[in-house]
């Protein structure tokens, strides 16, 4: 009996483990200490932007808006962690804004999602879920679910201190798609979760932003 009680106890705490989007197995890694293989660039103004790798960093400056996707199609039950930071060091696009990212983006009337020139508006009738943190300056942080008709409702807003953004502070992201849960973590707080009952199972993830200096670490994505 007390081998039984043990044994309950044991996958008691493997569930919950579980239950938490904890991760399992690694199917992607990028420590930025290679070379940009994995990722497609896509600038509104190429001539005034720059992508590289600095220090085991993807250094990321855009004179206006920016999108970095991730070459590999995701899909099923996924985890995306990613270290970032904005550097406001007095450089010309040095400003405090825009942390942002797409994820399970597909465009339904097109197989090649690569084909946007990095304007915002450019994306609007794609099929996705957006985080924008500290957007429109640093001034709203918002979570949409994109929709290929062009609808993008705001289905979380938030504007207070503790939701935007401060210049130079490492943060990390972890995004969790699991049985039609979305949720998302900003330095481990969770600032928004959909239970979607019509969810995107499959698509791809990019950085966005716009007008911005950002540094990106540690990526990795796992299978829950």
């Known amino acids: 009996m007390k081998k039984i009680l043990i044994i309950?106890?044991?996958?008691?705490?493997?569930?919950?483990?579980?239950?938490?989007?904890?991760?399992?197995?690694?199917?992607?890694?990028?420590?930025?200490?290679?070379?940009?293989?994995?990722?497609?660039?896509?600038?509104?103004?190429?001539?005034?932007?720059?992508?590289?790798?600095?220090?085991?960093?993807?250094?990321?400056?855009?004179s206006r808006g920016a999108t970095v996707w991730f070459n590999h199609k995701l899909s099923g039950n996924i985890m995306i962690i990613y270290d970032v930071t904005l550097i406001d060091k007095g450089g010309e696009m040095d400003r405090v804004s825009d942390l942002?990212?797409?994820?399970?983006?597909?465009?339904?009337?097109?197989?090649?999602?690569?084909?946007?020139?990095?304007?915002?508006?450019?994306?609007?009738?794609?099929?996705?879920?957006?985080a924008g943190v500290g957007g429109h300056d640093n001034k709203f942080t918002r979570f949409r679910k994109y929709h290929s008709n062009g609808d993008k409702p705001v289905l979380k807003e938030y504007t207070d201190k503790e939701h935007l953004l401060v210049g130079n502070k490492k943060y990390s992201v972890k995004i969790i798609i699991n049985n039609g849960l979305i949720q998302y973590y900003l330095n481990k707080d969770l600032f928004w979760e959909l239970n979607d009952e019509t969810p995107y199972k499959s698509g791809f993830f990019g950085f966005r932003t716009t007008i911005s200096h950002q540094q990106f670490e540690n990526f990795k994505v796992y299978q829950l």
């Open 8 to 62: 309950l106890c044991i996958f008691s705490s493997l569930l919950v483990f579980s239950q938490k989007g904890n991760a399992g197995k690694l199917l992607y890694f990028d420590n930025f200490n290679k070379d940009l293989s994995n990722w497609k660039v896509e600038f509104e103004i190429p001539k005034t932007s720059s992508i590289q790798l600095v220090n085991s960093k993807l250094d990321l400056i855009s």
């Open 100 to 130: 942002n990212a797409f994820w399970m983006a597909n465009d339904p009337a097109n197989e090649n999602l690569f084909t946007r020139n990095g304007n915002f508006a450019s994306y609007d009738n794609l099929e996705l879920y957006y």
